[in-house]
């Protein structure tokens, strides 16, 4: 069964942001540009079973997720870092990888689509 893309929590995203168009469109360019080559560091520390590394990476990478509204993606990657601290199981913690991973490529066209829609000083600012 395909996911569904995961929702960008509009009401979370102003509320962090007060409303500043500009302030939000700097937090997905941020995001997009320097936040998703840190997904390839946590994907390395799941190939080498780096636990440690893995929950030390999810703890970095936390904050931004929710930074960008994808609250539904914060709360499992918040999850992932606290199930990689605990001595996982390996096929545990990679499916819970695998999981947040399948809906993190299912967000960022949306994050991409919003960031052009907001870059776009004619169109509306929040849903």
């Given at each position: ?55 030390d990476v999810a703890h970095k990478i936390v904050p931004w997720v ?30 819970r990888w695998n999981h947040f991973k399948a809906g993190l490529e299912q967000a960022l066209p949306v994050l991409r689509s919003e960031l ?12």
């Open positions: 069964m395909p996911l569904t893309a995961p929702a960008i929590d509009y009401p979370r995203l102003d509320r962090l942001h007060g409303g500043s168009r500009g302030q939000i469109v700097s937090v997905l360019h941020l995001f997009l540009d320097e936040v998703m080559p840190d997904f390839d560091q946590l994907e390395a520390g799941m190939a080498q079973q780096n636990w440690v590394g893995v929950a929710g930074m960008v509204g994808l609250t539904s993606l914060e709360m499992e990657l918040r999850q992932l870092e606290q199930y990689a601290k605990s001595a996982p199981e390996p096929e545990g913690v990679i499916s052009d829609r907001l870059a776009d000083p004619t169109s509306p600012t929040i849903p």
